[in-house]
Nanobody, 121 residues
């Protein structure tokens, strides 16, 4: 499966952005989808994950209550709605597809190219 992330940009603290990740190739609905992020000089970290049907979600503590992951299997797309953004949310955000509901980057099989989110103070 090929993944294409989009929607990043520059936003002021307190603002919102919605990231999208469009998938092509093998059946999108057969994959668990996750969002990860990597800030400069830091390791890639888990942000959110959603089950195949969308009924289960899980978030990193740092984004819980501010970010929402969702998916539309009919459109082969997963979203990350980001509200109340903080400067520490600045990072390249990646979507990923895998077989398990997991927070470990190595467990995902396919990755998008990343989209940069910059939050100014």
């Amino acid at each position: 499966v090929q993944l294409q992330a989009s929607g990043g940009g520059l936003v002021q603290a307190g603002g919102s952005l919605r990231l999208s990740c469009a998938a092509s190739g093998r059946a999108f609905s057969s994959y668990v989808m996750g969002w990860f992020r990597q800030a400069p000089g830091k390791e890639r970290e888990f942000v959110a994950v959603i089950s195949r049907g969308g009924g289960s979600t899980y978030y990193a503590e740092s984004v819980k209550g501010r970010f929402t992951i969702s998916r539309e299997n009919a459109k082969n797309t997963v979203y990350l709605q980001m509200n109340s953004l903080k400067p520490e949310d600045t990072a390249v955000y990646y979507c990923a597809a895998g077989a398990s509901l997991t927070v470990i980057p190595g467990d995902y099989d396919y990755w998008g190219q990343g989209t940069l989110v910059t939050v100014s103070s």
